[in-house]
């Protein structure tokens, strides 16, 4: 079955440290991957997606994601967080032309000063 | 501005009642999501709708109802038949089939609460 996982469900970090929030995905001939960011009882909004091409993926609020289909991986990245960027991230796929998105279960980020 | 929005807020339940999340949309988009979200949990597909007058279930769809009568709206029942209903759900919607990714936007979510 096609699943995404997100091994940390929280990851502390001082504000302007660097983050890492990682997502791995079962393998597939062809996926699109996403990541959304969700703020305390708000919906889910995108940050970031791959579908083809460069590897390297820019999103909104300074984060950026790598595809790594050698490793099944799609982690999230960020050089200096802010205290502004504490909510939950989502990964999720798409088997590619199928439209229904599995989710992770979520890892929460959780900046301190 | 375009978006999805979602009624109630907060809703609390009594036992063996059914109640009604609304969910509309004015982005045009065909496609239209419910998900249940509950902590460590992530997002879990109840149903989908693809195109006005047909849905589908998803992964969790035991105990809950829709309808697509109008592009616009997909409202979500929460039946009695429904073991633990007390969750976050979340409303979404997409272009739809041909668009490629299926990027999707997300309303502002309604809290249940079982008493």
């Known amino acids: 079955a096609q699943s995404v996982t997100q091994l940390d469900s929280q990851v502390p970090v001082f504000e302007e440290a660097p983050v890492e929030l990682r997502c791995n995905y079962s393998?597939?001939?062809?996926?699109?991957l996403f990541w959304y960011v969700q703020y305390p009882n708000q919906g889910l909004q995108l940050l970031l997606k791959?579908?083809?091409?460069?590897?390297l993926v820019k999103g909104i609020n300074g984060f950026e994601a790598e595809f790594n289909k050698s490793q099944t991986s799609f982690h999230l990245r960020k050089p200096s967080v802010h205290i502004s960027d504490t909510a939950e991230y989502f990964c999720?796929?798409?088997?590619?032309?199928?439209?229904?998105?599995?989710f992770g279960t979520g890892t929460r980020l959780l900046v301190s000063p | 501005d375009g978006g999805i929005t979602q009624s109630p807020k907060y809703l609390f339940r009594k036992e063996g009642q059914n109640v009604t999340l609304s969910c509309e949309q004015n982005l045009n988009h065909d496609a239209m999501y419910w998900y249940r979200q509950d902590p460590g949990q992530g997002l879990r597909l109840i149903y989908y709708s693809q195109i006005v007058n047909d849905f589908q279930k998803g992964d969790i769809a035991e105990g809950y109802s829709v309808s697509r009568e109008k592009k616009e709206s997909f409202p979500l029942t929460v039946t009695s038949a429904q073991k633990n209903p007390t969750a976050f759900y979340l409303c979404?919607?997409?272009?739809?089939?041909?668009?490629?990714?299926?990027?999707?936007?997300f309303g502002a979510g309604s809290r249940l609460t079982v008493l």
């Open positions: 791959y579908l083809s091409g460069s590897t």
């Open positions: 979404a919607s997409s272009m739809g089939q041909g668009s490629g990714a299926n990027v999707l936007t």
């Open positions: 393998s597939s001939v062809s996926v699109y």
């Open positions: 999720a796929r798409e088997n590619t032309g199928f439209q229904k998105l599995v």
